[in-house]
Nanobody, 123 residues
Framework: QVQLVESGGGLVHPGGSLTLSCAASGRNFANYRMAWFRQAPGQEREFVAFITGLGVSSHYTDSVKGRFTISRDIAKNTVYLQMNSLNPEDTAVYYC????????????????WGQGTQVTVSS
């Protein structure tokens, strides 16, 4: 089991940037595929990005490709989401998740979740 705590959310103007962090506690952090999901009001939770255990590869949903970057620091047990060129459609609660197997783009592929951090993009 992995405990996850997100931070770094806030209010940003359109075109701005934010970096989210997710601190993980528990054993064998490097074994876990880590992901970011988001949920806007009245919408289902959607996949944003994942990174494999050792950070060898990553995958993004189409709407964030070229704007968001997921990374991880194994030594710090932390995964990051660098978000650039933010627009109002990126407004959501962002969740960090950890999983060992299954479809990396689906919620069911992750067992452990953080509490979420709010990102609001507005002028």
């Amino acid at each position: 089991q992995v405990q996850l705590v997100e931070s770094g959310g806030g209010l940003v103007h359109p075109g701005g940037s934010l970096t989210l962090s997710c601190a993980a506690s528990g054993r064998n952090f490097a074994n876990y595929r880590m992901a970011w999901f988001r949920q806007a009001p009245g919408q289902e939770r959607e996949f944003v990005a994942f990174i494999t255990g050792l950070g060898v590869s990553s995958h993004y949903t189409d709407s964030v490709k070229g704007r968001f970057t997921i990374s991880r620091d194994i030594a710090k047990n932390t995964v990051y989401l660098q978000m650039n060129s933010l627009n109002p459609e990126d407004t959501a609660v962002y969740y960090c998740a950890a999983g060992l197997s299954g479809d990396g783009t689906r919620s069911r592929g992750y067992k452990d979740w953080g509490q979420g951090t709010q990102v609001t993009v507005s002028s």
